[in-house]
């Protein structure tokens, strides 16, 4: 099974900037539907950011203006450059593909069948 392999979390102070990367060739190379999504401890995961097969992308309210997502089809690597970071930014962060090409975002997480295993983000104050 093709494999979601995130990095680029870390720990920064509040205002920084972090570039997360998620490794997917095939959902990259064929543009597949995907999002990134978080998670902080004891809240539900939420969509961040998703991208569909015509690139067209929605954010999340809370992050619009700073977070920004990208696809590197030479890498076969999604991005999620996130800048003015806040403490309420911080959590697991996860990329996700949906099952197969399909119009339209999506930031219900329902709606992703592939899964990576997360990269830790810490914003400090």
């Known amino acids: 099974q093709e494999q979601l392999v995130e990095s680029g979390g870390g720990s920064v102070q509040a205002g920084g900037s972090l570039r997360l990367s998620c490794a997917a060739s095939?959902?990259?190379?064929?543009?597949?539907?995907m999002a990134w999504f978080r998670q902080a401890p004891g809240k539900q995961r939420e969509g961040v950011v998703a991208i569909d097969t015509e690139g067209r992308t929605t954010y999340a309210d809370s992050v619009k203006g700073r977070f920004s997502i990208s696809r590197d089809k030479a890498k076969v690597t999604l991005y999620l450059d996130m800048d003015s970071l806040k403490v309420e930014d911080a959590g697991m962060y996860y990329c996700a593909a949906r099952r197969r090409l399909i119009s339209g975002t999506s930031l219900n997480s329902n709606d992703y069948a592939y899964w990576g295993q997360g990269t830790q983000v810490t914003v400090s104050s």
């Open positions: 095939r959902f990259i190379r064929d543009d597949y539907p």
